[in-house]
């Protein structure tokens, strides 16, 4: 048994090395619904685990994206957003965003004002879906126009995380935009950090190679 | 023997919970009274609740009511040793188990934030496509065009930012 467990790790492990990884947060108020969508998507599949010293659940999901397999991390706030703000990490190398309100509330799409801007300052350029949640409770809204999305150009979805309405294709069109945004990633501060990384690299090589040349000596300031 | 629970009530004078049940494979229904002691204006309705409950005399009888319908019905029996009329015990009732649009949940704590949810998530149960439902479908796709002719929801106007 051990043995199977143990191989079976060494594949994952070995499968994860080959594959697309993204990252995809979700964010919004407080019972909104985040979670639940998460759960109508993954059913039985997910693996969710509880990272409470950081307010974080983070499920774990295999895709298939144009042939090519993608391991999914979907980040969930599990009560961070009750600070108003998340942790920068939260938004570190996020592929995409879900951002979600309930339909029934209004202080939840008058928060996402703050929520976009958050994320903007994080993440300036990732592909962000703005979600109306709890349709099942009120039909009407759907015939009714939400600007938020429209004002910033984003992609708008009504879904119901009870009856399922739109929950797969939401999540699909996420990993869809998470996969096209880290392969063709334009974004300034990816670039700044694959700069950073690869300076880092140099670095360390120089230091390794020519150690004088790479550290002079400290000089006091002259006057 | 099985007890099929048909409906459980209150009575104020003498304070006690009844219940009509039917025995299991018999057609008579009968009701069962249960008194209460040891309870004032003071008490704490959920303690009381799940001591019920678990009576070992009542326990078989209460196996069909639930924990939360005891908890008010002796929240009932608590205002109305308090003074409160039958008409405000239930308005009470409504407010508590009905969620005000324009409060804003990000600033409540965990038990306050707990109880919303939970008075929510009667909707989302009530709505809800189970996975074992017959009719269940995984991929529901519907499209809701958003064109310049809808009416607005109305939350876009107001913010300041929009002008």
């Known amino acids: 048994m051990a ?3 143990a191989a079976e ?5 070995a499968a994860a090395s080959a594959e697309e990884t993204v990252k995809i947060i979700c964010l919004g108020d407080s019972a909104v619904g985040k979670s639940k969508l998460l759960e109508r998507f993954l059913l039985d599949g997910f ?3 509880q990272l409470s010293t950081f307010a974080l659940t983070l499920y774990k999901y295999r895709a298939r994206v ?3 397999a993608v391991l999914v991390d979907f980040w969930d706030t599990a009560g961070q957003e009750r600070f108003q703000s998340m942790h920068a990490s939260y938004y570190h190398k996020a592929h995409a ?4 309100f309930d339909v029934q509330r209004k202080v939840t799409y008058k928060n996402l004002n703050s929520w976009y801007k958050e994320l903007r300052e994080f993440r300036p350029e990732i592909p962000c879906i703005v979600v109306a949640n709890k349709i099942d409770a009120d039909m009407k809204v759907t015939q009714k126009s939400f ?3 429209r004002k910033f150009s984003l992609p708008f979805y009504f879904v119901s995380a009870a009856d399922g309405t739109n929950v797969v294709k939401l999540f699909n069109d996420a990993i869809k935009l998470a996969v096209a945004y880290k392969q063709n990633s334009g974004d300034f501060m990816d670039e700044v950090m694959r700069e950073l990384e690869s300076f880092d690299l140099q670095k360390t090589t120089e230091n390794l190679s020519d150690k004088e040349e790479s550290c002079p000596e400290e000089k006091p300031p002259s006057a | 023997m099985t007890y099929i629970a048909k409906k459980c009530g209150v009575c104020f004078q003498p304070p006690s919970i009844i219940l009509i049940y039917k025995e299991d494979n018999k057609d008579k229904t009968r009701q069962r009274i249960m008194p209460v002691r040891n309870f004032s204006k003071f008490s704490d309705c959920g303690l009381a609740a799940e001591q019920l409950k678990n009576n070992p005399r009542h326990k078989a009888y209460l196996e069909g009511v639930s924990l939360h319908q005891l908890q008010k019905l002796y929240s009932l029996l608590k205002g109305h040793l308090g003074g409160e009329s039958l008409a405000e015990s239930l308005e009470k009732f409504r407010q508590e188990e009905t969620i005000d649009p324009e409060e804003d949940m990000n600033k409540l704590d965990d ?3 707990a109880k919303r949810k939970s008075i929510m998530d009667e909707l989302f149960e009530k709505n809800r496509k189970k996975k074992d439902d017959p009719d269940f479908v995984y991929n529901i796709e519907v499209e809701f ?3 310049e002719q809808l009416e607005s929801c109305g939350w876009d106007v107001e913010s300041g930012e929009e002008i």
């Open chain 1, 3 to 5: 043995d199977a467990a």
């Open chain 1, 9 to 13: 790790q060494a594949r994952d492990e």
């Open chain 1, 47 to 49: 693996r969710p685990q």
């Open chain 1, 66 to 68: 144009d042939g090519q």
């Open chain 1, 97 to 100: 965003c879900i951002m979600v």
């Open chain 1, 147 to 149: 600007n938020f999305a």
């Open chain 2, 111 to 113: 038990k306050e934030l």
């Open chain 2, 145 to 147: 065009p958003q064109d």
